[in-house]
Structure formats: structure tokens, C-alpha cells
């Protein structure tokens, strides 16, 4: 068959990426290190240098320093202390003159939480688009409790895996939303509930504190990004209010079918709105809020037995559920997500996580724990150089401040951040040799625990006493 | 002597003078050194133990980091035993258990690990080889080819075979004692290799047959392997072009790490080396390093185990690296089950590495060890590097030695799997 040129449709099809681009800080951010010259011993040195090197002005001054912070007009006696990273080779050539420490106001960042490492973090992801990449191996702690706790699985000989983060093999992020059923009832087939497809497993979830330019920021990220974001304002925002989800209640059920959208949550703790709000808005996803505790699972099966479209389970925001003696929300999570496998009730809804999902490898995590998605919240504001003024715990106790800004600069940091985020989620993705983030959700046996290795691998060998 | 020669000396003295005043804290203890892992202390400790040959004598904390996990939480059971004198304790390891192929033996159970031309300078490569030819063990390549002046160290240099190929030519095959197949490194596990563009210089790319200042990935796996059959086949094609050669199978540490060490010896390994995810020296991605695959700590034993249930322990070796750092790591790997281990960060910390992480970006390490900048890769005299790396474990091994005389172990190997001689702190 020849194909007449004329009649062949050019493809729509288009593959999903996030359009990155430098978004600079616009508030100074403080100086990761403190670098400083025993100013006396400095001139001495010179002194002694310009002997040694007979005043060969070039090697003198030549600076201990490939970053330029020697590299001011005063050099030494004024280090452009924004440029340091911390090499300590001036130290190393000068211990007796210069000294390098991480600086006061780097080590006050963030709260109990958030350390000052995460911080800048997200800084960065938000303000270069760039996943963060670095030399001499891994730094921190080991292993630890909550996603720390969690490793993921990678396969030493399957396909798709480095080839997938550059785009030769496609890896899709993308996650259905909705009430998804188990059969198809051909009685109800014009009734049925909508699913949406989104193209990252993220939503911004409520603001824990807001201005008109912050939220204004997070409608115009989550129209860009195909995503969505939770609010209570009632009043859809100028800005991507196709995206919003709005929080329902009693009183504002006629406001939604007015001004209907694609999802809707309610509180299910305070209200059993799904009927009410399913009836009045038959083409949303209703979804329902939970609180991870305790009986989190138990209300679960409830509200997917009674039909809710999806939940959204929720922790704080320092990723600590709401039981009697509080865990982890990976603990909680997995706890609700095997009850809901266990009733064969877990392909029917959709579970999104949220609360203490602050940094890109918590993502996967999540979703291995048994999520289909996550929100973030803190992370938000962070990204948008919000201000740390205590500790932010939840939302009514807030104590994070968010600065002016311009709604554009802020959607572009939170498209970087999603950008980033997505671009770490296909690296994990493809160390493990999948080609679909749905089959992340609760493969826990992708995944390897510390607490259960430590105990493995470490099996008879005696405490110290 | 130009200006540009001038600098490099007066830095060059500066810092070599530097890291030899810094381990006696007659200045303190830097306050922005160091890490977790690797502590302020170690750091200094390991530039002691450089210097000198022998273990540090000011109180400098030598063994251990302040990672709260691992190796980090275990020690040794201190009593019950009958020491032995230190001197007769016997420190080699063999290569090779199988019946065929060539009987190599380490006079001391640890080799330099891949470090790839590009990521180091060639002067830290040949300091490396050189090292590894005078306390005759190893060091590998790495997958960035091989330079022409290690080719005299030869038969210390073990060949690196990677996914990219970089440099693998007959006779980089031919060469080499070892060959050593990276299917995957525990910095960035099923991600293949990065080289950031601003390290591709011209000798670089030539080397490597690709182009200056471009970033170069290493594809991920081996798109020839797909199975232990294919694994196999690459074993083959390595033992006809080199049928002396001892192959080494350099895999990461998933969940099913035990089958892929015994699908290795299947294939006809010598040496099983198993990769961690809490080292590396490369580029790698933050969210690699911290989060895919386990620790080494938990993958020995693992492996071990199984090595073991599967009868097939005692024919071949278990290596393992990945966040080695001291000689008491190395013997706590040994008393979890492997043979032996590999370092490579510990060598850049001999020659003033602070474990900074800059050495992707720019002109690389400051110091000279992880760049390609002309300038800044002649702060590394290779001579003088030798003699750190040789000192650093020539000190290793006596505090190796004093474990083992402790428990009055004779030899190192005795020390295999000995777990019951470590002890847990909570």
C-alpha cells in the first residue's frame, strides 16, 4: 500500500517533559560556610611571601582558591564568602591564618524538620531545574528512621534503565486519578465516574500558609504542569482554576455546582459528604481527607466500601501520623494500603499521600509504601523562599512566612522543583528497570528496609555490653 | 621558571606542607571539614597514617566515622582470647580459588578500586599504580581507558571493562592481570557512569573516542547482557583475548544481590565484587547515593551466606568496597564474610582529599586528585602520592594486624565470616 502524503495526519503525540529554566533566588540566601583570615597573621604572610617570591606580584597574590573567594579586592581580608563550597584548601595551605566553618546562619535554617541540608536543597532544584549531582560518595547518615529507613531496588541487567532518563525509552510518571472499577456494569456505563490522568505523581496540596502572590505561584505551576492543587478558598483563583481541588463542605456544595471541577475533597472526619457531593457533582472525583492514625485503614475499607472515588491520607508536616504514640507515615501508609489489598478493595480508589514529602526521594518511597501519589505542602513554600520563624508542625500553627513575590517567578520554581522531582523519579525508575511509576505503588519488595536488613545481616553478632 | 610553575610550586608546598601540619591540631580541629562518614578526625587520621606508615598517637579517631549505622556500629569483642605476636600474622589473600587459571596472592587483602582517567588526573592514576606495584597488589583502571604511562605498571593494573567502553582495546586486555566487567557501581546503581562535560578535555575524549567538553554517560547495563548466559559469553571473550587474565564481576547491591553473585560464579568468575551504595568517588546523583541498593554492611553477609549454602564459598573470592574507609572496616567486611576489599576514596584522602564533593564541577579538586586541569593535577607529584598510598596502608596493616594477633588469628583469612567476633553498639 502506498501511503498518499496528503492524507496522512502529522502525530500529535508528545512527549511529556517539564521546560526547566534558571529561576535565580530574590532573596539572599545565607552563605553556606563562614571562611575568615587572622587578619594580622594574613599581612605577615604576604609580607614574608613577597620576600620569598621577590615581589613577584602574580605568584603572591595567587589565591589558595579555584571558587574566587579570595578573588575580591581586599582578597584575603574580605573573602567573598558566597562562593565558598567548602574545599577547605585554603585551610589546608594556610591552618594557621584561615578558617572554615559552616556559618551560623546556614546551621539556624529550617526547624526540627527540616534540616539545613534540604533547605538548600530544594533551593537549588527550584532555582537551577537541575537534579543535584556530586563527587566522593554519599555524606550523611546511615540509613535512618521514616523514608531513610528505605532503600530502593536496582537491577543489574534490565531494560529500561539509564537509556529511560534521556529520553531513548519512555518512562512514564503518569498517574490515573479516580474511582476505578472492578467491572464493567453496562447498566451504569453512562454513570460511571471519571478517572484523570496526570502526567506526575504530585499535587500540591492546601497551602500551609499563603499570600495572593504564593497561591497565584501554585495555580499557575499545577496549570503548566497538568496537575492539580487543593485549596480551601472557595473563590476559584484567577490563576489555573481548572487545576484546583477545591476542600468541600456542607455549605459550599451549591458554590461547586456552580463553578464544578474535575476533583473535589471533603474532610471525611468532620463530615460524610461523599453521597451529597457525589450526587450534586456526577462528573468530579470525590475525594476523601484522612487522617493517618490508629484507625486510618478501618476508614479506609469504609469509605471505598461506600464508594469515595479516592483518599487522600494525610500526616503532618514533619511526616508524623496522628496515632496515640505517632509513627512515620511510610509505617501508616503501608499499614492502610495492605488492610485495603487485604478486602480487595485497593484498584478500586486512589490514594494520595501527603505530609512530610519534602524532598524527591520521598516520592518513590511513598508510592512504594502504597501511595499512587503524593502532595507536598512545606516544600512549597520553601521552594518560594518562605521564611522559617519556628517550628511548622501543622497548619494551624504555622510559623512559616512567606515573602513577596512575583507569581510568575514562583510558578517557574515550582515547575523547576516538579521538574527535578520528576527527573529523580525516572533515575529511580530506571535503576529499577520499570517503565511505569503505577508499578511502583506498594512493591514493597523492590524496596529494602534498614530495620529488617540490619537485623538480617547482622543476626547473632551480640550487643555490646 | 615561569610564573605558571611558580604558582604551582608555591601551592603545591603549601598544600603538601598543610595536611602534614593539620592531623596534630596544633590549629584545632577544622570545623567545616568532614562529614558523617567521614569525620573531621578520620580525615586527619588518614592524613597521619599517609604521612607517617603507622597509626595516629595524638588520640586521632582512626577507626570509625559518626555514621550512626554499619560499620560505624560495630566493634570488637575485646576479651577471652589469646593474643599472638603481631608480626606472624599473615595478611595475604588469594585471587584465584579455581582449580584453572593463574594463582595470584595479595600480600595484604586490599586493592585500589576503579577510578576512571578523567574523573582523577593522570598523576593520582599513576601515584595509584605505582603504589599498588610497590606493596604488590592492584589498582583498576576504571572505564576511562588506559594512559599509556601506567602501561609499565602492568602487571598491577587492572583492566576495567564498563558499559561505555571507553579505552578497551586488545592489548588494554592483554595487559592485564585482571579484568576486571563493571556491570554496576554502588554510588549510582543501574545508572551507568557520569563524566560532567567540563572534565572532557581533549586528552580525554581522545582516550575515551568521543568529544571535548561533552558530558559522557555510560549507557546502563551492558546492552549485550541480558541474562548469565550473556554473562557468560563475556567471560569467554575476555578469557580468549587474554586467556590468563582472572575476571572480576563488579556488581551493585540489589535485593537479590546473593543470586547475581552466584550467576557471576556460574559464569566463571574468579572474583565476585560486590559494590555498596555508600562510596563511589565519581559523579553521581544525590538521590542515587543515598537511596538505591543497600549498604555494603548488609550485602556481605548475604551473599556470604548463600556463597556458602550453595557449597561454593571456598571457590571463589568475595571483594567488597563501597564505603571502605578505615582498616577496621576492612576487617569488619572480612569477619562479615568477604575476602578482602577495595578502596579508593581512602587513597585520594591520603594525597588531601577532604571529601568536599566539588570534584564534578569546573576545574575539578582543588588539589589536584579528581581533575583534568593541567594546572591544578601537578599539585600530585606521583612519587609523592606513592609514598602516602603505600604508607596509609602499610599503617592499615598493622592496625589489621593487632585485630587479628587480638583474637589470635594467624591469618587473615581465618577472620572470614567471623561474626561472632564483632559486637553491636545501639
Known amino acids: 500500500m502506498v501511503l498518499d502524503p496528503e492524507t496522512v495526519k502529522p502525530s500529535k503525540y508528545e512527549r511529556f517533559r517539564i521546560e526547566t529554566k534558571p529561576t535565580p533566588h530574590v532573596y539572599q540566601i545565607p552563605n553556606k560556610f563562614d571562611v575568615s583570615a587572622r587578619k594580622v597573621r594574613l599581612a605577615a604572610m604576604l609580607v614574608r611571601e613577597a620576600f620569598q617570591f621577590k615581589l613577584n606580584k602574580e605568584v603572591v597574590l595567587s589565591r589558595p582558591c579555584i571558587y574566587g573567594v579570595f578573588g575580591g579586592r581586599f582578597g584575603g581580608f574580605k573573602p567573598l564568602k558566597h562562593k565558598c563550597v567548602g574545599c577547605m ?7 594557621h591564618i584561615m578558617t572554615v566553618k ?97 502526567p506526575v505523581p504530585i499535587i500540591f496540596d492546601k497551602l500551609p500558609a499563603g499570600s495572593g502572590d504564593v497561591r497565584a505561584a501554585v495555580g499557575i505551576a499545577a496549570e503548566k504542569l497538568g496537575t492539580f492543587y487543593v485549596s480551601r478558598q472557595r473563590t476559584p483563583f484567577d490563576f489555573g482554576p481548572a487545576s484546583l481541588i477545591p476542600v468541600g463542605d456542607e455549605e459550599s456544595i451549591q458554590e461547586l455546582v456552580e463553578r464544578p471541577s474535575a476533583i473535589v475533597e471533603y474532610d471525611a472526619e468532620k463530615s460524610d459528604l461523599f453521597e451529597k457531593l457525589a450526587g450534586a457533582l456526577p462528573s468530579s472525583i470525590v475525594i476523601a481527607r484522612v487522617p493517618l492514625r490508629e484507625d486510618a485503614g478501618m476508614v479506609a475499607c469504609k469509605l471505598t466500601r461506600q464508594g469515595v472515588h479516592g483518599l487522600h491520607l494525610y500526616g503532618d508536616y514533619h511526616g508524623q501520623d496522628y496515632s496515640k504514640e505517632p ?90 522543583l516538579f521538574g527535578v522531582w520528576h527527573d529523580q523519579l525516572i533515575e529511580i525508575l530506571s535503576a529499577m528497570g520499570m517503565r511505569d511509576v503505577r508499578r511502583l505503588r506498594g512493591d514493597i519488595g523492590r524496596s529494602m528496609m534498614d530495620a529488617e536488613l540490619r537485623e538480617q545481616s547482622f543476626k547473632g553478632i551480640a550487643w555490646a555490653t | 621558571m615561569g610564573n605558571l610553575e611558580l604558582i604551582v610550586e608555591k601551592h603545591s608546598e603549601r598544600i603538601h606542607h598543610g595536611i602534614e601540619v593539620l592531623p596534630s591540631l596544633r590549629h584545632g580541629l577544622p570545623e567545616g571539614l568532614g562529614n558523617k562518614r567521614w569525620t573531621a578526625e578520620l580525615i586527619l587520621a588518614t592524613y597521619e597514617m599517609a604521612l607517617t606508615g603507622d597509626l595516629p598517637k595524638n588520640g586521632l579517631e582512626y577507626r570509625t566515622g559518626n555514621s550512626g549505622g554499619g560499620f560505624d556500629v560495630l566493634g570488637w569483642k575485646n576479651n577471652g582470647f589469646a593474643r599472638i605476636d603481631q608480626e606472624s600474622v599473615d595478611l595475604s589473600i588469594p585471587l584465584n580459588k579455581r582449580e584453572d587459571g593463574k594463582k595470584i596472592t595479595i600480600p595484604l587483602p586490599i586493592y585500589g578500586g576503579g577510578m576512571s582517567f578523567g574523573s582523577i588526573s593522570l598523576n593520582f592514576m599513576l601515584a595509584r599504580a605505582r603504589a599498588a606495584k610497590r606493596l604488590d597488589t592492584f589498582m583498576s583502571t576504571g572505564e576511562g581507558g588506559y594512559p599509556d604511562e601506567i602501561v609499565p605498571y602492568r602487571d598491577h593494573v587492572i583492566t576495567q571493562v564498563a558499559t561505555g567502553m571507553f579505552g578497551v582495546r586488545e592489548e588494554t586486555i592483554q595487559y592485564a592481570p585482571i579484568v576486571e566487567f563493571k556491570y554496576a557501581q554502588g554510588a549510582k546503581p543501574g545508572l551507568g557512569g557520569h563524566l560532567l562535560a567540563d572534565k572532557v578535555t581533549s586528552e580525554v575524549a581522545k582516550m575515551r573516542e568521543s568529544s571535548m567538553f561533552t558530558s559522557l554517560y555510560s549507557p546502563f547495563p551492558f546492552h549485550s547482557v541480558y541474562s548469565v548466559e550473556d554473562h557468560k559469553k563475556h567471560v569467554d571473550w ?104 577495595v578502596v579508593a576514596t581512602a587513597e585520594a584522602v591520603a594525597v588531601g582529599c577532604t571529601h568536599c564533593g566539588n570534584c564534578e564541577r569546573g576545574r575539578g579538586c582543588q588539589v589536584g586528585i579528581t581533575t583534568t586541569d593541567p594546572e591544578l593535577s601537578r599539585f600530585i607529584d606521583p612519587e609523592w602520592g606513592e609514598t602516602r598510598i603505600v604508607n596509609l596502608f602499610t599503617a592499615w596493616s598493622k592496625r589489621l594486624r593487632s585485630i587479628l594477633a587480638g583474637f589470635g588469628l594467624e591469618s587473615v583469612r581465618d577472620l572470614r565470616g567471623r561474626r561472632d567476633l564483632l559486637v553491636r553498639y545501639k
Not at chain 1, 541487567?157 to 510518571?173: A, C, K, M, N
Not at chain 2, 555508600?278 to 556463597?307: C, F, R, W
Request: aromatic share 6%; charged share 25%; glycine share 10%.
Open chain 1, 89 to 95: 584548601r585554603c585551610v589546608q595551605e594556610y591552618p
Open chain 2, 238 to 341: 575476555i578469557k580468549t583475548v587474554n586467556p590468563r587474565a582472572l575476571v572480576s564481576v563488579k556488581v551493585s547491591t540489589p535485593t537479590d544481590v546473593d543470586m547475581v553473585a552466584i550467576g557471576s560464579y556460574y559464569a566463571g568468575a574468579n572474583i565476585i565484587h560486590i559494590d555498596g551504595g555508600y562510596g563511589g568517588t565519581g559523579a553521581a546523583p544525590e538521590i542515587a547515593k543515598k537511596n538505591i541498593a543497600m549498604p555494603i554492611e548488609y550485602a556481605i553477609p548475604k551473599v556470604h551466606d548463600y556463597l556458602v549454602s550453595e557449597g561454593v564459598r571456598d571457590d571463589v573470592v568475595l571483594i567488597a568496597s563501597g564505603g571502605i574507609r578505615t582498616a577496621d572496616d576492612i576487617a569488619k567486611a572480612i569477619a562479615l564474610g568477604a575476602d578482602g576489599c
Open chain 1, 327 to 416: 509513627k512515620h507515615i511510610s509505617a501508616s501508609l503501608k499499614e492502610v494500603h495492605q488492610q485495603l489489598v487485604k478486602e480487595g478493595l485497593r484498584d478500586q480508589v486512589t490514594i494520595i499521600a501527603s505530609g512530610g514529602i519534602t524532598l524527591a526521594e520521598h516520592v518513590p518511597k511513598a508510592i512504594i509504601c502504597g501511595a499512587d501519589l503524593v502532595g507536598i505542602d512545606t516544600t512549597i513554600l520553601v521552594a518560594l523562599q518562605s521564611e522559617f520563624r519556628g517550628e511548622t508542625r501543622d497548619r494551624a500553627n504555622c510559623q512559616m512566612k512567606p515573602r513577596k513575590i512575583d507569581p510568575e517567578w514562583g510558578a517557574q520554581r515550582l515547575v523547576n
Open chain 1, 102 to 198: 559552616h556559618s551560623d546562619s546556614y546551621k539556624r535554617l529550617g526547624d526540627s524538620f527540616w534540616t539545613p541540608e534540604a533547605v538548600f536543597t530544594i533551593w537549588n532544584e527550584a532555582s537551577t531545574g537541575k537534579i543535584p549531582v556530586k563527587g566522593m560518595g554519599y555524606k550523611g547518615a546511615f540509613g535512618g528512621e521514616g523514608f531513610d529507613g528505605i532503600w530502593t531496588d536496582m537491577s543489574e541487567i534490565v531494560r529500561p534503565t539509564r537509556d529511560g532518563v534521556y529520553g531513548r525509552e519512555y518512562i512514564s510518571t503518569s498517574v490515573d486519578v479516580g474511582r476505578k472499577p472492578t467491572s464493567v456494569d453496562f447498566s451504569k456505563i453512562d454513570r460511571s465516574s471519571p478517572t484523570i490522568t496526570i
